[in-house]
């Protein structure tokens, strides 16, 4: 009778890659895993990454609207946008990375394909086509208003729980950055002459 092959021998290191592999999930996603170094108890890591996870699926929206708007920009201030736009795409994805790292820290699963950002994102869609500079600006500073205020009650949560690092997250990076791009846009919305000033006009 034919000797079966042992697990052993059916693992055996080879130069053949192996293909279309598959088996289950290692973690769902919703769950976290056990981290007691941390010592934040499991309910307050479940809910500071439910709550991650949909500042990470606004910010990366946020991130792909500055770059939809770094693409299709024209007009007169097409090359100070255009720089702006890309810059600020940047910052938002170092912020992604922040953000995703945490949550998996914290012993959760970030979100990460398109489709289920796409599903989570409170940030509305815009078209496909191209819109007017005034639109582009606007519907960016509305994105960073979905983010800003979800910041302040994610940090004021984050406080109440004893969850001293996400606190620092929200705060010093994610917060801060958006306020500090919110600034940059919106003053490219003042009405403000480039070329001839006003005249003052006295009083009667």
């Known amino acids: 009778m034919p000797k079966k092959p042992s697990s052993t021998n059916s693992h055996k290191a080879s130069a053949q890659p192996r293909f279309h592999q598959s088996a289950r999930e290692l973690q769902a996603f919703g769950t976290v895993t056990s981290m007691q170094p941390l010592q934040l108890i499991e309910p307050v890591r479940l809910e500071m990454t439910e709550q991650l996870n949909q500042l990470l699926a606004d910010t990366m929206t946020l991130r792909d609207l500055y770059k939809k708007s770094h693409w299709q920009v024209s007009g007169a201030t097409f090359y100070q ?97 958006n306020e500090l791009q919110s600034w940059f846009v919106s003053e490219h919305l003042v009405n403000a002459p480039l070329v001839e000033a006003d005249p003052i006009r006295e009083s009667a």
């Open 81 to 177: 946008l255009h720089l702006l736009f890309d810059k600020h795409y940047e910052e938002q994805n170092d912020l992604v990375d922040t953000i995703a790292e945490r949550i998996q820290l914290l012993g959760g699963i970030s979100i990460a394909m398109a489709p289920d950002v796409a599903e989570t994102t409170r940030i509305p869609r815009p078209p496909k086509g191209r819109e007017e500079v005034p639109v582009q600006l606007s519907r960016l500073l509305d994105a960073h208003q979905v983010i800003i205020s979800h910041c302040r009650e994610l940090a004021e949560r984050s406080t109440q729980l004893g969850d001293a690092g996400t606190n620092d997250v929200v705060v010093s990076d994610v917060l801060r950055t």
